[in-house]
């Protein structure tokens, strides 16, 4: 009966989150959620070669917090050249990823508000695009489309219909094609990394 109840609660306990900026403090439990969320593979992938070594975009990197004050879900964005004009001059854009949300506090609106606030806070900085690699159906809402990353490539395998952008700036990639390369600042010092 205790555990019935405990349910009721849940379910009409108001959700309470804040979104904020990421600290140096959060990092623990970032790269935690982020293993639970998306798995051992999640090192493989082609976006995690432009992110490998770089620190995300100034102000981009931001952290979803419960009344407790604990992470429960995370996104942040990085600097990428996204190939270059017809003129040959190279593209800035920003690259999203990862999103995750704890498992405890999915269909509460974290992911959405997160996406919300990176896409506000990217156009406030003035940036001109981002791009992602994310299920289309879910990334469409927040205005991203495969049309305007059709010209560009990721560095490795990549599903072309989840190779997704949004303009920040209209127009801004048009006329862009070739392969995404890291541009953000390097990392200073060895990233965190957990004992295996």
């Known amino acids: 009966m205790a555990a019935v109840l405990d349910a009721v609660r849940a379910l009409f306990a108001p959700h309470t989150f804040t979104i904020c900026e990421e600290t140096p403090a959060d990092v623990v439990a970032r790269e935690n959620l982020l293993d639970r969320a998306m798995g051992a593979d999640r090192r493989k992938k082609s976006s995690e070669a432009l992110r490998r070594g770089r620190v995300p975009a100034e102000g981009l990197a931001l952290v979803a917090r419960d009344a407790r004050g604990h992470v429960i879900g995370t996104v942040r964005l990085w600097n990428v050249e996204a190939g270059v004009t017809p003129g040959g001059q190279p593209v800035d854009a920003l690259l999203l990823g990862p999103l995750a949300v704890d498992g405890a506090h999915e269909g509460k609106g974290i992911g959405a508000a997160l996406m919300r ?26 205005g991203f489309f495969a049309g305007a990353a059709q010209h560009l490539l990721m560095p490795g395998p990549f599903a072309r219909e989840r190779f997704l952008a949004l303009e920040l700036k209209a127009g801004w990639l048009e006329g862009a094609a070739g392969m995404l390369t890291a541009s953000g600042r390097k990392l200073s010092q060895p990233m965190f990394r957990r004992a295996a």
């Open 117 to 142: 606030a990176a896409i506000a806070e990217a156009h406030a900085r003035g940036h001109g695009a981002i791009l992602l690699v994310g299920d289309a159906p879910y990334y469409e809402r927040f």
